[in-house]
């Protein structure tokens, strides 16, 4: 898919994320590595890296044109201490747009349901090249050992100066083959700026905070660095409801996420 890393040193590819052939589907698994999160439960960032990524590979099949993650949401049953299973349905699969269901599952439980919504648009000649679309060959590049330390310090992401805002530099190793700010850690300088919010003001008494919940909006890609995600209550701290802004380095609004977060 287009917004696949394009390198095994990259953190989105790290994530814990796993693929392979079921049947004529594509499916996926999220592993649960303990270091990766400093809140104790499986990252946001990684469910919807596996959520993009085991629907944009089932979709992306033509060279000459992008498919760019335009909506994906992630609800889940609560925080999640296990490894998933992600089961992918084409809903859609048309030539400007395409639509996929993922079905999370732990030892045969559903414990979530993403979505994800691509926009397809022709490459441009001054685009970069597309890389060579072969499943089997994504499949193994992405069997790489997940990152032993928390997603926001592999990311480099800076808190401040006000609580609920993270700001992200675009290092090679963050972006995806267009250039842009790969798609799970958009997800994951979200959700980073929410818990620090939800953590700061310790909301339902609770110190810590886990996103179990995002729908992310992007509205541009994000190529203007740094990045800096604001974070603001969408109601009372017992909803545990928060909405994030990403604006890039000139101010433009790039991306908008809803997110619910539960103690952690």
Known sequence: MTDLPPASTSVPARLGARFRHDGDVLGGAIEYVPTMSAHGAVPMASIVFLVDAVAGVTIDDDPE????????????????????????????????????????????????????????????????????????????????????????????????????????????????????????IVGALAEAAAEDLADVEKWGGAARHSVVATEIRYLAQNRAGPITATATAAGPASSGLCRVELRDAEGRLTTVVLTRLEPA
Request: aromatic content about 4%; hydrophobic content about 40%; charged content about 20%.
């Open 65 to 184: 044109v992008w498919a760019f993650t335009s909506d994906l949401t992630v609800h889940l049953t609560g925080p999640v201490r296990t490894s998933l299973d992600a089961a992918c349905t084409v809903l859609r699969n048309g030539r400007r747009s395409a639509v996929c269901e993922i079905v999370l599952t732990a030892d045969g439980e559903v414990r979530g349901i993403g979505n994800a919504a691509f926009a397809k648009v022709a490459r441009r000649p001054d685009d970069p090249p597309k890389p060579p679309f072969d499943v089997a060959a994504t499949i193994t590049r992405l069997r790489v050992p997940p990152i032993d330390e928390p997603v926001r310090a592999a990311c480099g992401f800076e808190s401040g100066p006000t609580p609920g805002t993270v700001s992200a530099e675009l290092r090679s190793d963050l972006l995806n083959p267009a250039g842009a700010l790969q798609g799970a």
